[in-house]
């Protein structure tokens, strides 16, 4: 069973950054991809960003020029750095990865970022 543990969540003020990691129980290149989302109360899982197994990548529009997703084969970790943060960037994130048509999640991790 394929696990996935997200850390590095926390609070920050408005602007500053934090960073996202996600270690796989196996090897990242065994996926199609691998992502990053979130979700807020009363509001449906969002896709942040997202990286295939030939490291191509892509954004949601509102994250674009802020977020960066990247990972470390050696380590089975993917990452997203968030930097200027914006209070919208509130949410758990989840770290996703799929093969073919079977998805993966991890736990979460809480994002919080004040005023």
């Known amino acids: 069973q394929v696990q996935l543990v997200e850390s590095g969540g926390g609070l920050v003020q408005a602007g500053g950054s934090l960073r996202l990691s996600c270690a796989a129980s196996e090897n990242i290149f065994n996926f199609n991809n691998m992502g990053w989302y979130r979700q807020t109360p009363g509001q449906e899982r969002e896709l942040v960003a997202r990286?295939?197994?030939?490291?191509?990548?892509s954004y949601a529009d509102d994250v674009k020029g802020r977020f960066t997703i990247s990972r470390d084969g050696a380590q089975n970790t993917v990452y997203l750095q968030m930097n200027n943060l914006k209070l919208e960037d509130t949410a758990i994130y989840y770290c996703?990865?799929?093969?073919?048509?079977?998805?993966?999640w991890g736990q979460g991790t809480q994002v919080t970022v004040s005023s």
């Open positions: 990286i295939n197994v030939g490291g191509v990548t």
């Open positions: 996703r990865a799929a093969i073919l048509r079977t998805t993966y």
